[in-house]
């Protein structure tokens, strides 16, 4: 639970950042509808885009072989920005952000391709940074319980052994990157599995 727990919370902060990266730089006007909207993203992130992403990439597949290696890339590539599309459009329509297009010299492509393209780029930095950030909001995450639960009995020991299972998660995330270069799967998609398992 603490994992699903600290990995919404995580993803969340970082869709807050990026749909207040999307209110500056596209039409798209964001304000306060970023807290609810940041909450649709985020489900979305969590339930749609896998299923969508995987079936599109099954369906992709029986056709790989007749891709060549350039062409496989922009295939994936543009599964990809649709998945990003859909949570867009499902973050759009499900909260209080909205496009007016009106003057705005990006006009519809800055609407409705801009932020798709600055979602999927957001989802390639948090696919990066994911561990670190994990790993941080885990342990704000046991501060709290931890003061919630009111132990107040915490003495230094008792912090060495929570920053030596700090620095243990820390090697964790960077084994887990280096396993990542073995089988091809995302930290976020690896963690699912291991969750289900």
Known sequence: MRSWIVRFAALYVFNVVVLLLIGLLTPAKVGFAVIWAALIMTLAELWVRPFVQRRMQASAAKSAGTRTRTGE??????????????????????????VSIGWNPLGWFGAWIVPPVIIALGGLVYARISGRIETHAGAVYDRAETGIRGSRTADRGTDAVGTASGEARADDARAQGRQELDDGLTAEQRRMLDDLG
């Open 73 to 98: 890339a922009l295939v994936q590539a543009g599964i990809v920005l649709i998945v990003a599309a859909l949570v867009w459009v499902l973050t759009l329509l499900l909260s209080g952000v909205h």
